[in-house]
């Protein structure tokens, strides 16, 4: 790029990481601090890990991550195939019916305020309940089926713009050499996008593990995830011990993110190549 | 394409069985909930579990009565607490929705503009927040704006400030909270777009007698029109609604309808009314989400 | 010219109205929308054959094979292969395959896999899928390249590799589009005997779209000229050339000098032309079928043209003419000779010694040629 005259834009950047990566930062930093006032260095005995020792000994923390963890786990794989179903379907079939109403309902979710998604959704597994008694109160399959309409959403559009890319001669050309259209989807086109689907699964993994406000809606006694129990924490206000959970995340999902989007770069330059 | 005319021939059915699944779990998990909503939202408010009246009753041996109740309407309407909080949610969503553009496009355009490698990781550091928890990224910037926070203690520690500034609770606070949070929302789609620029328009224009910010207002705006507004879309509509960043961040008196939703649901038990505060919602967001929608559109037809 | 099946050139089954077709297309149309892309085609392609065909841009070469593959369907009429309705027969289930215009290789599968891939589908025994690779990879010279991913192979190597998927096979019928499109021209010329010489051994029947008649001319055993959906003309390589059957192909197949004219005389054995566009006479030493006072057009090559600063005997195809331009090529020149009449004519001489009589600028020079070049066009 040309920075001759883009101190401005250089400047913009810089506040804008700041602005970015402070918080996240002073989490960090704090998640080592002795004092339980949290934002208040002591300076005498810290560094510490009491805090980490605190956290992994916290029973209420770890069974709400166990929850959320299954729910996660469960939403991401049903989200995966119901998503790469919509996103294959809206990318390679131009005209069907209800294609304008698969579309719209895959781009809603997007940008529904969760509100009302979470209210909607308790609403219907309500109503269902006095209907035909099923789901039979709520837990953990309402938060699942919850997290899945809106984690399916993002997985379509991922699916879908990958496909939008994708060469039809290749499923064409094994169509050529013999193979039916579903052995084609298993064989050719599902391992050429599966970098795409990976990142639908780990993205909607963690729209699922972050969500507080669907899960509040359709949780039920006893199902609370992860992030209800750090709500109802930091409302009572801020916790050492969040600082901790707040840095193991980070750490986690930043070593997640640096390798997949490397061994992606690998991917796509081999993709390219061979295009 | 082509595969598709193929398939339409021979693989009705097959093409039927990959969608019916999608679809019919977005009809029933995501379409009908709402008309369930809208359902109660005309019923009246009960004692009972569930916390309504049905909205069909038998009236006699073999009669129905349907009974709509506007009540929860007008109730939202005589109220000055719901229409205030309507407004400010909007305000609130607006200028948040301003200043994500004002600092998120020197972002996206500094990073389109980078060389590959630096962009790429640029490109990260922009990710790497939204795939961390949304909740504890808020979190941390109630450490940060407490009274004796870091911002205050630095401050006082340098000497520029006596005593500690009140930021947390107020709508400071929470401006900033919706801005952190949203910002990747509105860089990610305007850099997609500033992406595919051919920036040789600008060289082009600046060949023609065009001064730089010329060229700057004269080409790269007008074309990454749609990257801007599907960006200012993903910003505005959650924030509307937004619960958690008012809640945490907002004070007590810091009204967003989203909010108000939520206290009216599962403090006040008032689920007809939660249900009228979502339609009401919901009617003034759909324009909004329908024009993301073709923005959306109209972005993809051109990229291919 | 024709190097293709000697044998089959001499035997020109198409000449045999009791030969049996082996590819039979029948009254083929394909619209998009109100579109034709390929408006009521009608081929007969037989055993052993290199069919090319040859055409513009957009003209429907694609479209038209890629009806033969069965990836699109006709919105009207039949295609026989051996003799059978491919009608609703799915591309996985015809005795035809098709080699891509980009390749489409499999990323993610190495050499051998991918020329192992169409084997695998029919369930041929896995010893046997090794030992057709290994033979196929070896025809195709690619032995030691079997374990390399596609993106690690040069543009000539991939072209190498999606013929040997497509002929590993055995097809009856190999479809090829622009099989040599992304080559550079000393490879696209070298590949093209390549082709031939695997076809040949091979026995399999092509069908070759081009644009670069060039590239026609040397593979084809006959040439399908399309334009605007529509087969022109249909004939062996030299046969295009030499006997155009209208001002298109004429003008599209080589270069051609074209005049417009009317019949002055027509006899059976010779016809005469007025032509003011000329500036002088025609005569052609064969009779031509064409209404009296018709609008016919002559075309000449290039090639037919003799120029001299002498004057040649005879006045029927003799113009007198300044040289206007000169395009030193290498083998041979092209000199643009402008007519009194404003009519620039095009002429091609060998460069066959270095010190000819140099022929320049603005001098005045005599064309003339056979009373057996021109060929008449009526349309
Ligand atoms: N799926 C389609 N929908 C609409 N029009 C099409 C479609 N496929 C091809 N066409 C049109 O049909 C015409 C013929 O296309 P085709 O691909 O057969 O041309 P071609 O002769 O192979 O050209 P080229 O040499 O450029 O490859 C073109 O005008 C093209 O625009
Ligand atoms: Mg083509």
Not at chain 1, 56 to 67: H, P, Q, R, S, V
Not at chain 2, 35 to 63: C, M, Q, T
Not at chain 3, 168 to 194: I, M, N, S
Request: contains cysteine; aromatic residues 12%; glycine residues 8%.
């Amino acid at each position: 790029m040309n920075y001759k005259s883009s101190y401005f834009i250089l400047t913009c950047l810089g506040f804008g990481f700041a602005f970015l990566y402070i918080p996240i930062l002073s989490m960090v930093v704090f998640s080592f601090n002795a004092s339980k006032l949290v934002t208040v260095w002591d300076a005498a005995h810290s560094p510490t890990l009491k805090w980490y020792y605190s956290l992994l000994n916290n029973e209420e923390i770890l069974d709400a991550a166990w929850i959320s963890l299954k729910v996660a786990v469960i939403n991401a794989s049903g989200s995966v195939i119901l998503g790469t179903l919509a996103g294959f379907g809206l990318a390679r079939f131009s005209q069907f019916r209800g294609r304008f109403t698969l579309n719209a309902m895959t781009t809603a979710p997007l940008v529904m305020p969760e509100v009302i998604t979470g209210l909607s959704l308790l609403l219907l597994f309500v109503a269902l309940e006095q209907l035909i008694g099923w789901p039979a109160g709520r837990g953990i399959t309402t938060m699942t089926i919850g997290h899945m309409t809106f984690s399916m959403a993002y997985v379509t559009v991922i699916v879908n713009s990958r496909l939008a890319t994708f060469d039809t001669a290749l499923e064409e050309a094994a169509m050529d050499l013999g193979a039916r259209p579903l052995k084609v989807f298993f064989v050719i086109t599902l391992p050429i996008i599966f970098p795409a689907i990976l990142s639908g699964w780990l993205l909607a993994f963690t729209l699922s593990w972050d969500d507080l406000v669907i899960s509040s809606f359709t949780s039920g006694p006893g199902s609370s995830t992860l992030p209800m129990v750090v709500f109802s924490k930091v409302r009572l206000g801020v916790s050492p011990e969040i600082n901790v959970l707040a840095t193991i995340t980070i750490t986690v999902v930043t070593l997640m993110i640096v390798g997949v989007s490397l061994w992606m770069s690998r991917m796509a330059k081999l993709d390219k190549a061979a295009v | 394409m082509n595969t598709a005319g193929y398939m339409r021939r021979f693989g009705v059915t097959g093409r039927g069985l990959v969608v019916v699944l999608p679809y019919l779990w977005l009809l029933l998990f995501f379409v009908v909930p709402f008309v369930i909503v809208l359902k109660i939202s005309f019923s009246d408010i009960d004692l009972a579990i569930p916390p309504y009246k049905p909205l069909l009753e038998w009236v006699g041996k073999n009669s129905l009565a349907i009974k709509l109740d506007f009540n929860n309407y007008a109730f939202l309407f005589t109220d000055r607490l719901y229409i205030n909080a309507f407004l400010n949610s909007i305000k609130v969503a607006f200028i948040s929705t301003v200043l994500c553009i004002l600092i998120g496009y020197p972002m996206a355009y500094g990073i389109a503009r980078a060389k590959p490698a630096t962009r790429n990781l640029l490109l990260l550091l922009v990710i790497l927040p939204f795939w961390t928890s949304l909740l504890l990224r808020v979190y941390a910037w109630i450490g940060l704006l407490k009274a004796n926070g870091v911002i205050n203690n630095v401050l006082i520690w340098l000497g520029v400030i006596q005593d500690p500034l009140t930021m947390l609770y107020t709508p400071f606070a929470m401006y900033i909270g919706i801005v952190y949070s949203y910002l990747p929302f509105f860089i990610l789609p305007l850099y997609a777009n500033l992406e595919k620029m051919d920036w040789q328009l600008l060289e082009a224009a600046e060949d023609l007698g065009c001064k730089p910010w010329q060229a700057f207002y004269k080409i790269t705006l007008p074309l990454s029109r749609n990257g801007m507004l599907a960006g200012s879309m993903l910003v505005f509509i959650p924030a509307v609604g937004e619960f958690v960043i008012p809640a945490l961040l907002g004070g007590p008196n810091a009204l967003m309808i989203g909010r108000v939703l939520w206290d009216e649901f599962f403090s006040n038990r008032a689920w007809p009314v939660a249900s009228a505060v979502a339609i009401l919602l919901l009617i003034l967001l759909v324009p909004f989400m329908m024009w993301y929608q073709s923005v959306q559109a109209r972005e993809s037809a051109g990229a291919r | 010219m024709t190097t293709s099946g000697g044998a089959l050139v001499k035997a020109a089954p198409w000449n045999d109205p009791n030969a049996r077709p082996y590819v039979q297309v029948d009254r083929i149309t394909k619209s998009f929308g109100e579109f034709k892309a390929v408006d009521d085609v009608s081929l007969k392609i037989y055993k052993g054959e290199i069919f090319c065909l040859l055409g513009a841009s957009g003209c429907g070469k694609t479209t038209l094979l890629r009806m033969l593959g069965g990836f699109e369907t006709p919105s009207s009429g039949k295609i026989f292969i051996d003799g059978e309705d491919m009608t609703g027969v799915p591309p996985y289930e015809r005795p035809v395959n098709m080699m891509f215009q980009s390749y489409a290789l499999f990323p993610h599968m190495n050499v051998e896999q991918n020329v192992a891939f169409g084997l695998k589908q029919d369930g041929v025994a896995k010893s046997e899928i090794q030992d057709r690779v290994a033979t196929m990879l070896g025809l195709v010279k690619l032995g030691d390249f079997a374990k390399r991913k596609p993106h690690q192979l040069s543009g000539g190597q991939r072209q190498r590799v999606a013929l040997a998927r497509s002929l590993v096979k055995r097809p009856k019928l190999l479809l090829l589009d622009e099989p040599l499109g992304a080559l550079d021209k000393k490879l696209r010329e070298h590949t093209q005997f390549e082709l031939i010489s695997l076809q040949d051994k091979l026995g399999v029947t092509f069908v070759v779209v081009t644009h670069d008649q060039e590239e026609a001319m040397t593979l084809a055993s006959r040439i399908g000229v399309m334009n605007q959906g529509e087969i022109v003309q249909a004939g062996t390589p030299s046969e295009i050339y030499e006997f155009p059957s209208s001002k298109f192909v004429a003008d599209f197949v080589g270069s051609v000098n074209m005049f417009e004219g009317k019949l002055i005389e027509d006899e059976p054995e010779y016809v005469r032309i007025g032509s003011d566009e000329l500036g002088a006479t025609i005569y052609v030493s064969h009779g031509i079928s064409a209404p009296p006072e018709a609008t016919v057009w002559a075309a000449v090559r290039p090639e037919k043209i003799f120029m001299s600063t002498a004057a040649p005997e005879g006045t029927d195809n003799v113009v007198r003419g300044a040289v206007q331009d000169i395009a030193y090529l290498g083998d041979l020149s092209i000199y643009l000779v402008k007519l009194p009449t404003g009519k620039v004519v095009r002429v091609t001489q060998p460069n066959t010694s270095r010190h000819a009589e140099a022929i320049t600028w603005d001098q005045q020079v005599y064309l003339s040629w056979d009373a057996t070049s021109p060929v008449v066009v009526t349309r």
